[in-house]
Nanobody
Framework: EVQLVESGGDLVQGGGSLRLSCAAS????????IGWFRRAPGKEREGVSL????????CYTDSVKGRFTISSDNAKNTVYLQMNNLKPEDTAVYYC??????????????????WGQGTQVTVSS
């Protein structure tokens, strides 16, 4: 059973930083990407960032480029999202998610196959 457990969400002032963590277990895909999507109230899901399990290639949605950095620790089966210079529009529930790949690159705008329960990030102005 695939399990994705997020942590690190919090209330932070604009301009501040947070680091989200996701502990992953229970899957054995040869080729996949793991990362984050978010959902804000009244808005559609937005893919934030993904990192490939094979070659560490990444994708980021345009609004977070230069501010967010994704990384992974394969030994710990954990993926991180370092979020700097947070803005009120970053407020959302952030979900750790897995995208099964078929020889393709991670696609932040693509479909996600598994996701966790989510962690709330709130950025005050």
């Amino acid at each position: 059973e695939v399990q994705l457990v997020e942590s690190g969400g919090d209330l932070v002032q604009g301009g501040g930083s947070l680091r989200l963590s996701c502990a992953a277990s229970g899957f054995f895909f040869d080729d996949y990407a793991i990362g984050w999507f978010r959902r804000a109230p009244g808005k559609e899901r937005e893919g934030v960032s993904l990192i490939s399990s094979n070659d560490d290639s990444t994708c980021y949605t345009d609004s977070v480029k230069g501010r967010f950095t994704i990384s992974s620790d394969n030994a710990k089966n954990t993926v991180y999202l370092q979020m700097n210079n947070l803005k009120p529009e970053d407020t959302a529930v952030y979900y750790c998610a897995v995208q099964v790949l078929w020889g393709t690159d991670p696609d932040c705008r693509g479909d996600y196959d598994y996701w966790g329960q989510g962690t709330q990030v709130t950025v005050s102005s």
